[in-house]
């Protein structure tokens, strides 16, 4: 007996756009993803064997899905719901979060969504915010680009840093340091001279912003800045000596900082060939996220920066120094909990 012909599929292009919307991004639970591309490849007229073999899963998975689309189109590739109350959020609201998740940022200063900004926006509970996400694999607050280390002894320089964080040298302060030509959080809107003169060049705007130097002690979660207009190797060298000075003279100062190249210079060098007692860790290239200041300087952008809203640099540099100051009241220290082995095997995966 001949087998019976599949269900036609035709799509929308809402639905094709959302299907590969589904399927393409990386944020999107597997399942969901799957059952996108055999839709998609279902709408090519091509039979459940072949979509079968091209997607490594059996013709029955197909059938099953291609029935389920064209019954309940988009919300038939969800899972069913389970015995249980009776639900109180209807199709049309899941569809309103997931599509203000995937099309839409948010309105306010932060830069993706949250399950509290997200509920607000929705008019739902933050509970049921983070249900959806859930069930559908949604995660706005991953990044979606991943910059992999090309440095030879990358597993070397991770396995230093992190036994540093892991098990700091006694009678020792363990500083990770950074420098950021920041916070260019100057309202360019606002960059103009009187009414009788011309705006400010793109140039003259563009230095609107101040470097600021900063050590995080990483037990404590205090940090020790500087603000500076400029990035010289002569500005990094005093902000050196002013951690020299500021630690006591008794313990040993691991310095963990990144591969700038201002971080390598001979003065530097011999700076530190006069201070036996500091010690630099360098982190692998594009490694950023090996440091734990850079997460202090996150906290920073989001909780201070995050918004255009000052119209000089001097309101700049003064915003900053009152928000180190507020953190210096309840400093919080990052604590760091992956080995060396769990990054090593995480890497791997990434690559195969």
Not at 105 to 114: D, K, L, Q, V
């Amino acid at each position: 007996m001949p087998n019976p012909k599949p269900l036609p599929v035709v799509l929308t292009d809402v639905e094709r756009q959302v299907l590969l919307g589904w399927a393409r991004r990386r944020t999107t639970a597997q399942a969901l993803a799957l059952r996108s591309r055999i839709v998609l490849a279902c709408a090519e007229n091509l039979s459940n064997g072949r979509i079968a073999e091209e997607l490594a899963t059996s013709r029955n998975t197909v059938s099953k899905w291609r029935a389920r689309f064209v019954a309940d189109r988009l919300q038939g590739l969800s899972d069913e719901p389970r015995p249980g109350a009776p639900r109180r959020i209807t199709d049309e609201q899941v569809e309103t979060v997931i599509l203000k998740t995937l099309e839409e940022a948010p309105s306010g200063p932060e830069t993706h969504w949250s399950t509290r900004s997200m509920a607000s926006a929705a008019g739902m509970s933050q509970t049921a915010v983070s249900r959806i996400w859930r069930a559908y694999g949604l995660t706005p607050h991953l990044a979606e680009t991943w910059q992999l280390s090309t440095d030879p002894l990358f597993i070397d320089k991770v396995r230093d840093i992190a036994g540093i964080y892991l098990d700091p040298p006694r009678y020792a302060l363990v500083l990770a340091v950074d420098e950021q030509t920041a916070p260019p959080a100057l309202d360019r809107a606002a960059l103009v001279l009187p009414a009788t003169q011309a705006p400010l060049s793109r140039s003259r705007a563009r230095r609107g912003a101040t470097g600021l130097f900063t050590a995080l002690d990483v037990g404590s979660g205090a940090v020790l800045t500087e603000q500076r207009r400029k990035r010289a190797e002569r500005d990094f060298l005093r902000f050196l000596t002013t951690v020299d000075h500021a630690v006591p003279a008794g313990l040993d100062l691991h310095l963990i900082c990144d591969n700038d190249a201002g971080h390598k210079t001979e003065a530097v060098r011999r700076w530190l060939a006069r201070r036996p007692r500091c010690h630099v860790h360098f982190a692998p290239t594009s490694s950023s996220w090996s440091i734990l200041v850079e997460r202090w300087c996150t906290e920073l952008t989001r909780r201070r920066l995050s918004q255009p809203v000052h119209q000089a640099v001097v309101e700049l540099e003064a915003d900053l120094r009152a928000w180190i100051s507020e953190w210096h009241t309840h400093p919080k220290a990052f604590v760091w909990t992956r080995t060396t082995t769990q990054i090593r095997d995480a890497v791997t995966a990434y690559c195969q």
